[in-house]
């Protein structure tokens, strides 16, 4: 846990500095790869995956470590070449973890936030999940474990592994030649994002692409199909606990719905999007049928909203890397404590960004509870000690959190109104 805030705090700022470079040569290009709202939604995505993963909340059904001490036929030696075996297990893993993600109804909502950006830049990289509570994929490293490759190998190859498949969420890198036969490129993962019927359900792989055309799921970008981004049910929402848990609460609800027993029960496993004929009847929903007619989503923001919201990002992300060079100070209690108040905190803020009105009861939660924190803690987690009334601070800009969410809330949203 502290060992991964500690990577953290290098990997985040140098992911920052790559999507600002990116939009730097996008607007030099003359081509809009990023739109404030949706950015925001995307960094405050990844702010929340970030979060949930250094406090651990997240269960193994099976542990890696559990499997290699059990089943292991072999033990290898620590070499160069185990750990190139490694990072192959790892990637022949996540090409079906992802494949059937997207493939069986009840695994998408695991992986729909990554697809909920209607924009395909860096940013949109750093969507990941907060649902994907139970790790279940885990027998899928069961050919490492037979192999004998060891945990810690594992352990420093999954983070590289994960994080090399950052760069290629970019629309800005054209056709890469021989590397296209080998690697993932921008260009193969564009087709994976697009939303097109020529593209969709397509190139799964992580890092190589053979793995697509090994198991029949691999499409090249065609010159004349533009990818067209996002999910086929749009989530009209820039809040990413509410993107996370979106496809859930549809299967909750079309599972209680239908009059046959049988589609109750099978709902949870059939390809996703199914629906039971007599439920989606009576209850439509609303899917994109012309991918080239999509209407992105957006919501009245006036450059004031627009300069808060990214305020409320900076801001908390910079309490977030507090928390992580704090968190060997703490015990349990007050690292999940600290975990929800800046849960709620990006809960606010993008609710307001929505133009909810689910904004004012966050907002009211988030200074309820940060006030109760500094009084057990006698301050802010100790801040008075690297900064001069650092607990001051940290509850005026409380004050003037929840007093802008007024204003945005009443007053400017009665003003764009006016506009329309």
Not at 399 to 405: D, K, M, N, Q, V
Request: glycine share 4%; aromatic share 16%; net charge neutral.
């Amino acid at each position: 846990m502290e060992s991964y805030a500690q990577v953290l705090n290098f990997a985040i700022p140098f992911f920052i500095i790559l999507i600002a470079i990116e939009w730097i040569v996008g607007y030099r290009r003359g081509i809009m790869v990023n739109r404030s709202m949706d950015t925001i939604s995307s960094l405050s995505s990844g702010l929340t995956n970030t979060i949930k993963d250094v406090l651990g909340l997240s269960i193994a059904i099976i542990s890696y470590d559990w499997m290699v001490n059990h089943v292991a036929l072999f033990n290898i030696q620590t070499s160069i070449w185990l750990y190139i075996l490694a990072f192959i297990g790892l990637d022949f893993a996540g090409y079906w973890s992802h494949r059937w993600s997207h493939e069986i109804n009840v695994f998408w909502n695991r992986h729909i936030i990554h697809h909920s950006s209607e924009e395909f830049n860096l940013a949109c990289a750093l969507r990941q999940s907060i649902s994907n509570i139970f790790a279940i994929f885990t027998f899928l490293y069961l050919p490492m474990a037979l192999l004998g490759v060891p945990t810690k190998v594992v352990a420093i190859v999954a983070p590289i592994q994960l994080f090399a498949q950052f760069w290629y969420h970019t629309r800005l890198i054209n056709k890469m030649g021989f590397l296209e036969k080998i690697l993932v490129t921008p260009s193969h993962h564009r087709v994976h994002h697009a939303i097109n019927p020529q593209y969709i359900d397509k190139n799964y792989s992580q890092i190589f692409i053979f793995w697509d055309k090994l198991f029949g799921t691999f499409q090249p970008e065609l010159e004349n199909e533009t990818p067209i981004y996002g999910v086929k049910k749009a989530v009209k929402t820039w809040n990413p606990f509410l993107i996370n848990w979106q496809h859930y609460w549809l299967l909750i609800t079309d599972a209680w719905r239908p009059r046959n027993w049988w589609d109750k029960v099978r709902i949870w496993f059939m390809p996703t999007g199914w629906r039971p004929a007599d439920v989606s009847e009576k209850y439509p929903v609303d899917i994109i049928q012309d991918v080239h007619k999509q209407v992105k989503y957006d919501t009245p923001a006036t450059s004031g909203l627009k300069m808060w919201s990214w305020t409320q990002l900076v801001i908390t992300m910079v309490l977030m890397l507090y928390l992580f060079n704090q968190i060997a100070d703490m015990n349990l209690s007050q690292m999940l404590c600290y975990g929800l108040f800046l849960g709620v905190s990006i809960f606010g803020y993008t609710a307001l960004m929505d133009r909810s009105k689910l904004a004012i009861p966050a907002e009211l939660i988030k200074i309820t509870l940060a006030n109760i924190l500094i009084y057990i803690n006698q301050g802010w987690f100790g801040i008075d000690t690297y900064l001069a009334f650092g607990t001051i601070i940290i509850q005026l800009y409380l004050i003037g959190s929840i007093l802008i969410a007024f204003y945005f809330t009443f007053f400017d949203k009665r003003f764009q109104m006016s506009l329309q």
